[in-house]
């Protein structure tokens, strides 16, 4: 019995501590290609990281980021919860007809630092003086309301859309929920592994936005593979993939992205895991598109990635189209606007992100 018992605890200690060794033996991955985002790294150690506690926070998620087959214990993981009934596996829905819902609840939606955007959106508007417009865009799970859970819980767009709105009244609020509820009927709107709008969905956000406009192109498809950042938090081999459509453009586009000339569509992302990233390559601090038409007309986009699939769209009404990701750009957006002779200003983003975002404060440089 104690052999056993000895057994039993070098056993224990092997699974806690080969893993481990591992860890810090082999060479660190630093990019995630099915999460879609930067690993943690081996944190240097500091005596004021170790006083702060941020030695200790950024060790863990080197630990879990680094682990050896990270991929495939998420994929059993996910597999063992699924036969188990969960219906919610690493902030994802597994919502009917294949789709894969980020899950916002309400509680992750932060009032106040929504009521500071709004000011600061509004200090903004003042401040430049020309005509602006506001899409926030529905989380896939308000819209496909009807593919979630029984139970699930998702933040109140409709609440959300009217309390940004009605504190705005000089900004014009096209209302999304609306327009993609209606449209989901006719075609899929968003993507069901993906957090972002379909081509369609896009489509008809352009529409509610300028019902007279003038891109009129049909769509062409780019990859019929794609596997997106909602199914990249379950890894569930049971996930279709999803078909990516691109908008044709004018030849005469010129784009460049932080100073460096970049393609409208990043073809070579039909190799890569993150197929989305065919619209712009990603996304950038101040990104520039010219030459879509002839009219003379500037438009200033503060955005995050989900307009990177409405632009292409926009590019035939507006001959200057300038695109800030407050992420990235350290600017003055306000003296950008003025710089560039600003005719119209856009803002695009998601509506919990919207709420949450942390660098709205920018807007005030």
Same mark, same amino acid.
């Given at each position: 019995? /104690?052999?056993?018992?000895?057994?039993?605890?070098?056993?224990?200690?092997?699974?806690?501590?080969?893993?481990?060794?591992?860890?810090?033996? +082999?060479?660190?991955?630093?990019? &995630?290609?099915?999460?879609?985002?930067?690993?943690?790294?081996?944190?240097? *150690?500091?005596?004021?990281?170790?006083?702060?506690?941020?030695?200790?926070?950024?060790?863990?998620?080197?630990? &879990?980021?680094?682990?050896?087959?990270?991929?495939?214990?998420?994929?059993?993981?996910?597999?063992?919860?699924?036969?188990? +009934?969960?219906?919610?596996?690493?902030?994802?829905? !597994?919502?009917?007809?294949?789709?894969?819902?980020?899950?916002?609840?309400?509680?992750?939606?932060?009032?106040?630092? $929504?009521?500071?955007?709004?000011?600061?959106?509004?200090? %903004?508007?003042?401040?430049?003086?020309?005509?602006?417009?506001?899409? *926030?865009?529905?989380?896939?799970?308000?819209?496909?309301?009807?593919? !979630?859970?029984?139970?699930?819980?998702?933040?109140?767009?409709?609440?959300?859309?009217?309390?940004?709105? =009605?504190?705005?009244?000089?900004?014009?609020?096209?209302?999304?929920?609306?327009?993609?509820?209606?449209?989901?009927?006719?075609?899929?709107?968003?993507?069901?592994?993906?957090?972002?709008?379909?081509?369609?969905?896009?489509?008809?956000?352009?529409?509610? !936005?300028?019902?007279?406009?003038?891109?009129?192109? =049909?769509?062409?498809?780019?990859?019929?593979? %794609?596997?997106?950042?909602?199914?990249?938090?379950?890894?569930?081999?049971?996930? /279709?993939?999803?078909?990516?459509?691109? &908008?044709?453009?004018?030849?005469?586009?010129?784009?460049?992205?932080?100073? /460096?000339?970049?393609?409208?569509?990043?073809?070579?992302?039909? +190799?890569?895991?993150?197929?989305?990233?065919?619209? $712009?390559?990603?996304?950038?601090?101040?990104?520039?598109?010219?030459?879509?038409?002839?009219? +003379?007309?500037?438009?200033?986009?503060?955005?995050? &990635?989900?307009?990177?699939? $409405?632009?292409?769209?926009?590019?035939?009404?507006?001959?200057?189209?300038?695109? $800030?990701?407050?992420?990235?750009?350290?600017?003055?957006?306000?003296? *950008?606007?003025?710089?560039?002779?600003?005719?119209?200003?856009?803002?695009?983003?998601?509506?919990?992100?919207?709420?949450?975002?942390?660098?709205?404060? /920018?807007?005030?440089?």
């Amino acid at each position: 019995m /104690k052999k056993f018992h000895i057994a039993l605890i070098a056993l224990f200690l092997a699974v806690i501590i080969l893993p481990a060794a591992f860890v810090f033996a +082999g060479e660190d991955r630093t990019f &995630s290609d099915n999460e879609n985002r930067m690993l943690q790294t081996a944190p240097k *150690l500091t005596f004021d990281s170790i006083l702060d506690g941020s030695f200790q926070n950024k060790i863990t998620d080197y630990i &879990s980021d680094q682990f050896p087959a990270r991929d495939t214990w998420t994929q059993l993981g996910s597999q063992v919860k699924k036969l188990a +009934g969960f219906k919610d596996i690493g902030g994802a829905y !597994l919502g009917s007809d294949g789709y894969y819902m980020e899950k916002i609840t309400p509680d992750k939606v932060d009032e106040t630092n $929504l009521n500071r955007n709004i000011g600061l959106v509004s200090d %903004f508007v003042q401040a430049c003086g020309v005509k602006t417009t506001m899409l *926030l865009v529905p989380a896939t799970g308000t819209v496909m309301s009807d593919k !979630l859970p029984a139970h699930a819980q998702m933040y109140d767009a409709e609440k959300l859309y009217n309390t940004v709105k =009605s504190a705005m009244p000089d900004v014009s609020f096209p209302d999304l929920y609306t327009a993609l509820s209606e449209a989901k009927t006719q075609q899929q709107v968003y993507y069901r592994t993906d957090h972002h709008w379909t081509w369609y969905g896009a489509h008809t956000a352009y529409k509610a !936005l300028l019902p007279d406009g003038k891109y009129e192109a =049909s769509p062409e498809l780019f990859s019929d593979s %794609f596997l997106g950042t909602t199914y990249s938090k379950t890894l569930d081999p049971a996930a /279709k993939c999803d078909d990516v459509y691109i &908008s044709p453009v004018s030849d005469n586009l010129r784009v460049t992205a932080d100073g /460096k000339e970049i393609p409208l569509y990043d073809m070579s992302a039909a +190799g890569e895991k993150d197929k989305y990233k065919v619209f $712009l390559g990603g996304n950038y601090g101040e990104t520039t598109i010219t030459g879509g038409c002839n009219n +003379g007309k500037t438009l200033l986009v503060i955005k995050d &990635s989900f307009a990177n699939s $409405l632009v292409p769209f926009l590019t035939a009404d507006y001959e200057n189209i300038i695109m $800030l990701d407050l992420r990235y750009y350290m600017g003055s957006a306000k003296q *950008l606007a003025a710089d560039k002779g600003a005719d119209e200003i856009l803002f695009v983003c998601e509506m919990s992100s919207f709420a949450n975002d942390k660098n709205m404060v /920018k807007l005030g440089f």
